[in-house]
T-cell receptor
Framework: RKEVEQDPGPFNVPEGATVAFNCTYS??????FFWYRQDCRKEPKLLMS???SGNEDGRFTAQLNRASQYISLLIRDSKLSDSATYLC???????????FGIGTKLQVIP | NAGVTQTPKFQVLKTGQSMTLQCAQD?????MYWYRQDPGMGLRLIYY???????DKGEVPNGYNVSRLNKREFSLRLESAAPSQTSVYFC???????????FGDGTRLSIL
């Protein structure tokens, strides 16, 4: 089993739709979690950190489920500009165990 | 408002040539990283530097060396480039290990 797994997609959704991505991780000792956004041929950019209690930033909601070992990202009212690849990042313990998922590609369609 | 700056942005090398990728950050971050990104494989950590004066291997260090020149700068060297090292290379920095990382805009390296 991969340490961090994501469905690569693509997820094709119409504008205004709600879409959710999950990311599973294998190490129960993982300490910190993030979602990044990466546009085509660009660098990854931090979208949001994921906290144990869940957190929201505008149309984006991130949640952590430690019991089932996954994090999720919910995007409401999708915009064309949300089209990108969304990477989950899991920090297990220290620098050498920062693991990026391969990313989930989202395409928002007019 | 530079953040993390990488040079060069593009480079083509012949097998066996050497080169150094440069990275500098102006955010006073302690930690710096080098990743490579290949299709279908995600970002993989090559080397990292927890703080000035220290460097450690990541997941895929073979064929690379690094230097943490000072707090701002972290360079990646390919001593004898191989076609398998064709990739997009990203440098990143963070305040500490568990903090989010900030990325440079990448170096696209092709080795023929």
């Amino acid at each position: 089993r991969k340490e961090v797994e994501q469905d690569p997609g693509p997820f094709n959704v119409p504008e205004g739709a709600t879409v959710a991505f999950n990311c599973t991780y294998s190490n129960s000792a993982s300490q910190s979690f993030f979602w990044y956004r990466q546009d085509c041929r660009k660098e990854p950019k931090l979208l949001m950190s994921v906290y144990s209690s869940g957190n929201e930033d505008g149309r984006f909601t991130a949640q952590l489920n430690r019991a089932s070992q996954y994090i999720s990202l919910l995007i409401r009212d999708s915009k064309l500009s949300d089209s990108a690849t969304y990477l989950c990042v899991v920090n297990e313990r220290g620098y050498q165990k920062v693991t990026f998922g391969i990313g989930t590609k989202l395409q928002v369609i007019p | 408002n530079a953040g993390v700056t990488q040079t060069p942005k593009f480079q083509v090398l012949k097998t066996g040539q050497s080169m150094t990728l440069q990275c500098a950050q102006d955010m006073n971050h302690n930690s710096m990283y080098w990743y490579r990104q290949d299709p279908g494989m995600g970002l993989r950590l090559i080397y990292y530097s927890a703080s000035e004066g220290t460097t450690d291997k990541g997941e895929v260090p073979n064929g690379y060396n690094v230097s943490r020149l000072n707090k701002r700068e972290f360079s990646l060297r390919l001593e004898s480039a191989a076609p398998s090292q064709t990739s997009v290379y990203f440098c990143a920095s963070s305040e500490a290990a568990v903090q989010p990382q900030h990325f440079g805009d990448g170096t696209r390296l092709s080795i023929l």
